[in-house]
């Protein structure tokens, strides 16, 4: 069997990754707060992909007055008296933020893993080796789609592991080492939410595990993140060994439950070949249309085609099919005569504010694509919030599945009718951000952007409004920079919303966390 990352496979380039986690985006600062709700009953939530938060057996720990456990808690005051200033950073960084932080470091992994290869003299581009992630080109591209599928992965398998977690925790309500014994310090804020298993090593194992899948070029990296949050648990006297090393292994199983899925969700056969490509456009010509090209120089394989195959989150193909939108106007008819004179038109009156809009949301190469943007854009609110950690994790969990279902739906549509972009129907039409390098019919800014809006105005209604200009905003700036047509956008943008709210309705509003 290959290694799981080789599921992942597509086309790119890498840029390695920083070398501790003080070089994360320092812009972006998350404090250790105490929640404003520890959701003792998360243990009863709903998962997304377990059959039941006990399916993976977590055994009870030993007793508080045990002496294995008292010889835990003189190990933990031994360290506290030892403690470095960049141990106390360490602390600090990871204090009670472990979901967002994952998050962030999930963002930046893309950003820097999104660079297409470039093409070889003989005018081909070379496809990346998972088994070699170190060659040339490096092994991922995390293109959108890619990424989106990332970040559902990552989102999910954490948010089930600590359902599970918060389920054994008050189980076996084991108290925090520094609720049991005065001579620890506590280096964060206290709360009373029992600490077996440790929630930072089931974040650390559920992280490292698909992570490394994912950006196999990255592991060393990964790997000492994860060991620094389990680390800040212990240091900080909120866990003791057996609370990680339990935390740890459930951690790993329900990665490896998830990795299962991964390996028959059809990433695999994404990208397709020369003989399906040419079905695809086959299929254009014959109901009468102009068939997308590639218009780079030389002319780039189609990104990811049969990514509209990938299983989405509770949703089927049929479902997906189901969803798809009405086709575009025929390149030929007025009404795409129309439309297209309209981007011409946007791009020969652009204003400031409109170039500012094009710009902020263009998330192309080298950025954490649209949707990191719009985990960016949550990372805030959820901080604002205060949630508690499973909470964080159900916010972020729904977002990306609602995400990756968005992506799965627009790039079944977008091959689907395989239609041109105005660029390609007007070589006049000079783009102000690029070409990107696939279908036109719907935009994926639109639809990525129509079904977070839909996610986060459910999980905080009160910025409804908010939201939902944001993705206007996002949506339009595909018109403006003259990449997309009118009805690309408001199409694509409908078709987010749908997939959202199908998400919504068929899970959570009924999974028990309200």
Request: aromatic fraction near 14%.
């Given at each position: 069997m290959k290694p799981l990352?080789?599921?992942?496979?597509?086309?790119?380039?890498?840029?390695?990754?920083?070398?501790?986690?003080?070089?994360i985006r320092q812009e972006e600062q998350f404090h250790a707060f105490v929640p404003a709700n520890i959701?003792?009953?998360?243990?009863?939530?709903?998962?997304?992909?377990?059959?039941?938060?006990?399916?993976?057996?977590?055994?009870?720990?030993?007793?508080?007055?045990?002496d294995s456990y008292q010889a835990e808690l003189e190990a933990i005051k031994d360290a506290q008296q030892k403690l470095t200033a960049q141990q106390h950073e360490i602390i600090r960084f990871w204090s009670g933020t472990g979901v967002l932080r994952w998050n962030q470091i999930m963002r930046e992994l893309v950003a820097q893993f999104n660079l297409p290869p470039a093409p070889l003299p003989d005018g081909t581009y070379p496809v990346p080796d998972?088994?070699?992630?170190?060659?040339?080109?490096?092994?991922?591209?995390?293109?959108?789609?890619?990424?989106?599928?990332?970040?559902?992965?990552?989102?999910?398998?954490?948010?089930?592991?600590?359902?599970?977690?918060?389920?054994?925790?008050?189980?076996?309500?084991?108290?925090?080492?520094?609720?049991?014994?005065?001579?620890?310090?506590?280096?964060?804020?206290?709360?009373?939410?029992?600490?077996?298993?440790?929630?930072?090593?089931?974040?650390?194992?559920?992280?490292?595990?698909?992570?490394k899948a994912?950006?196999?070029?990255?592991?060393?990296?990964i790997t000492r993140w994860a060991a620094d949050q389990r680390n800040a648990a212990l240091w900080s006297g909120k866990a003791t060994?057996?609370?990680?090393?339990?935390?740890?292994?459930?951690?790993?199983?329900?990665?490896?439950?998830?990795?299962?899925?991964?390996?028959?969700?059809?990433?695999?056969?994404?990208?397709g070949n020369k003989a399906q490509w040419e079905a695809l456009k086959l299929n254009a010509t014959s109901r009468g249309d102009v068939a997308w090209v590639s218009l780079d120089i030389p002319p780039r394989p189609p990104m990811l085609p049969f990514f509209g195959n990938v299983l989405p989150w509770k949703m089927t193909h049929d479902d997906i099919v189901a969803l798809r939108p009405p086709p575009p106007p025929l390149a030929d008819s007025e009404e795409m005569k129309a439309e297209l004179n309209e981007v011409k038109q946007f791009l020969k009156n652009?204003?400031?504010?409109?170039l500012r809009i094009v710009h902020f949301w263009a998330d192309g190469a080298g950025t954490y694509t649209?949707?990191?943007?719009?985990?960016?854009?949550?990372?805030?609110?959820?901080?604002?919030?205060?949630?508690s950690e499973v909470r964080s994790a159900r916010a972020f969990a729904l977002l990306n599945m609602a995400l990756h279902n968005a992506a799965v739906a627009c790039?079944?549509?977008?091959?689907?009718?395989?239609?041109?972009?105005?660029?390609?129907?007007?070589?006049?039409?000079?783009?102000?951000?690029g070409i990107p390098n696939f279908p036109s019919y719907t935009s994926g800014h639109s639809t990525f952007s129509g079904a977070a809006a839909t996610i986060l105005s459910y999980l905080f209604p009160a910025h409804q409004s908010k939201f939902n200009d944001m993705a206007k905003e996002a949506s339009m700036s595909r018109l403006y920079g003259g990449i997309h047509y009118r009805k690309d956008c408001e199409v694509g943008l409908d078709h987010g919303k749908q997939i959202g709210n199908f998400l919504l309705d068929n899970f959570a509003r009924t999974d028990g966390a309200d």
């Open positions: 990352y080789s599921l992942f496979l597509t086309f790119g380039l890498v840029v390695l990754i920083p070398a501790c986690e003080k070089e959701d003792p009953s998360a243990g009863n939530w709903a998962t997304v992909h377990l059959t039941a938060p006990n399916q993976i057996a977590v055994p009870p720990p030993a007793p508080v007055n045990s998972p088994e070699n992630p170190f060659s040339d080109p490096r092994f991922p591209f995390a293109n959108p789609p890619y990424a989106a599928r990332a970040y559902s992965y990552v989102s999910t398998a954490m948010y089930d592991a600590l359902i599970a977690t918060w389920h054994y925790k008050f189980l076996y309500n084991r108290p925090a080492p520094y609720e049991v014994d005065d001579g620890i310090k506590a280096f964060v804020p206290q709360t009373d939410l029992p600490s077996y298993p440790s929630e930072e090593a089931v974040m650390s194992g559920v992280a490292t595990e698909l992570l994912l950006f196999p070029a990255a592991v060393e990296k060994p057996s609370d990680i090393s339990a935390g740890l292994a459930l951690g790993k199983a329900v990665a490896a439950i998830f990795m299962i899925r991964a390996r028959a969700d059809g990433m695999s056969a994404a990208a652009s204003t400031r504010e409109r649209p949707p990191g943007h719009w985990n960016d854009i949550a990372a805030e609110y959820i901080a604002e919030a205060q949630f790039w079944e549509t977008k091959y689907f009718y395989f239609n041109p972009r105005p660029s390609q129907l007007d070589p006049s039409v000079k783009t102000l951000t």
